[in-house]
């Protein structure tokens, strides 16, 4: 997946917003939250950074082409950074769970005015 590809699958996710910062890097949030993040790499090679469930870091971060974010792991955040080629539409279901489940950490509140999780 190229970043122009990551930007529009990101875009289509409902009450998201975007913003480059950290570096260059693609930045897509949820309700004022970050859920995804594209670039933030050691090197040129695309690299998506993203939230999982606990169940789903143990197991990626033993897996070739994952591992544990930068900074966010290192803090206790369950987020993979994934820097090797993995199918589009894997990505893209990693993509919308990190979406769901960072949409879950708003307030009721936040959640119903933006029409998430209803």
């Known amino acids: 997946m190229t970043y122009d590809e990551f930007n529009q699958f990101c875009g289509s996710l409902p009450a998201t917003s975007y913003v480059m910062q950290w570096g260059d890097s693609h930045v897509w949030k949820v309700g004022g939250k970050v859920f995804a993040i594209g670039g933030w790499s050691d090197n040129d090679q695309p690299a998506f950074t993203f939230k999982v469930s606990a169940l789903d870091f143990d197991f990626l971060q033993e897996q070739p082409g994952f591992r544990p974010a930068p ?21 893209k279901e990693y993509l919308k769970e990190s979406h769901r489940l960072v949409s879950l950490g708003l307030t009721k509140k936040k959640q119903k005015e933006l029409g998430l999780n209803q």
């Open 71 to 91: 900074y966010m792991a290192s803090r206790g955040m369950k987020w993979i950074q994934q820097y090797d080629t993995l199918e589009d539409e894997q990505l």
